[in-house]
């Protein structure tokens, strides 16, 4: 009787545990940025998309917005800060803080 209880529990608890696994969250993160589809920006970008979800068994999803698909630089900016969009890969606005504008000069 004694070593039925004891499968019975050793059971009940590999199912209990195991399902704690098969729940993990799965996040969906949007990334966007201004640069075409395939510029380097965007395949460095796509590469960390597929190492995360490698990484993290597919719990973490990096779905990637290339050539300004989610606004321009202002709207973006706005969408980041309020948490509708969680990334974004561009160059500062200087018309949020003109103290910036020398700090982007492309060359």
Known sequence: MLKKCLFFAVLVSLVVFASASFAAPKYTWKISHVRPAGASVDKDINWLAEKLAKDSDGRIELKVFP???????????????????????????????QAIQLVNLPY
């Open 67 to 97: 050539a300004s698909q989610l606004g321009d630089y202002g709207v973006v900016q706005e969408r980041v800060s309020l948490g509708a969009i969680e990334m974004a890969v561009q160059p500062f606005l200087p018309a949020s803080d």
